[in-house]
């Protein structure tokens, strides 16, 4: 029994796509909080700040990964309402905690990195130029 205008298939394949990308991203910003802990002994702000925000990035990606999933049963149940509801959910955690966090930690990794100045500007005005043109 299919509800109207809810494609089962179609949902479980953009909740499976969501599912693998953010989780693809959790482990991207895993990587990068490593990285960084792991090559600063002491945290100055410069290095805290990108820190925090790739933590952010991570929690936001991780918690969207889970209601992304959670999301299959309901498709399963055919539960259009509640399939509806927890994509918009996990699409905005995963882009205002997730994604967004990760452009802007991006330039002040690059900042605490290198002294470079032009690599340091560039990678700002490339970061911001794009959320400006995705949006």
Known sequence: MRKRGFEAGLVQDEVSTSVSFTAFMTAVTVFFVGLLLTNFPSYSPSVKFPILFLIISTFGFLYSTLIFANTS???????????????????????????????????????????????????????????????
Request: net charge positive; no cysteine.
């Open 73 to 135: 049963g309901n498709i399963a149940r055919l539960n259009a309402k509640n399939v509806h509801r927890q994509l918009l959910l996990a699409d905005a955690i995963s882009e205002y905690l997730g994604v967004y966090l990760l452009i802007f930690s991006i330039p002040l990794v690059i900042n605490v990195i290198t002294t470079d100045l032009f690599l340091r500007i560039s990678t700002l005005v490339v970061s911001l130029g794009g959320l400006i043109i995705y949006h």
